[in-house]
């Protein structure tokens, strides 16, 4: 990928990277550095919802050194899904044309970024697949591996999305894409947020394309999933799919799209 340095990605324009974080001090400075050495184009954005272990702090240290890395401080746990709507506002009201989904824990390989922002060139959304051909899993378990393919089936039957692994985090999405997708009324977190920005972005017609990648088990820190996460996305899914079933006439007619989302 030929990038000149201050003029951002080429055939995709200025992109920030959206990193939330918390309690991610074992991990934020090696994902940052890993991100802006694989695409020193991109900038950063680390969105910390005051982590006690001191996360914001050293994002703030990188930050004075390098002026490609930002910060956004949030006020207390408020979730990956909020923080990623903060991240993608943040992007909006200063000019970025993409913004890049990532996790901080070092799942989602900043060396794969560059396929990513390739296949950008032509889609207003690129989701970095596990389940699609090509894509893999390292260090899963094989219950974990057998509950997210699952997960991601009964999302592609309920949802009548043709899409892999609705449910993965490593994304780009369009800046002028991301604005046809009623951001405000997203209430969703973990696995279901990224469901339903699949979804949303489906109905809306705009061009998803997946682009295999290797996803890795964290090394250091605590992992975020539970149970609660994963029955939310599923409740959320069933809901969606009976609402969308529905008559346009019992979803509010005229009411704007914010009244659609249940």
Known sequence: ??????????????????????N??????????????????????????????????LADRMARADGRVHVLHRAGKQG??????AGFGWAADRGYDAVVEMDADGSHAPEELPRLLE??????????????????VVNWPRRRQLLSRGGNLYTRVALGMPLSDATGGFRVYRVPALRRLDLESVASQGYSFQVELSWRAHRAGLRTVEVPITFAERERGASKMSPVII??????????SVFDRRPASGRGGGRDQRSRWP
């Open 80 to 85: 990956l899904g909020a923080a990623y709507v």
């Open 231 to 240: 029955g939310e996305a599923l409740w959320r899914v069933t809901l969606w």
């Open 1 to 22: 990928m030929n990038e000149a340095d201050g003029a951002g990605v080429a055939g995709v324009g200025r992109v920030l990277v959206v990193v939330p974080t918390y």
């Open 24 to 57: 991610e001090a074992d991990n934020v400075t090696v994902i940052v550095d890993r991100i802006r050495r694989s695409v020193p184009a991109v900038e950063v954005l680390v969105v910390d919802d005051d982590s006690p272990d001191g996360t914001g702090a």
């Open 119 to 136: 296949a950008a060139r032509d889609a207003d959304v690129v989701i970095g697949s596990r389940w699609t051909a090509g894509g893999r």
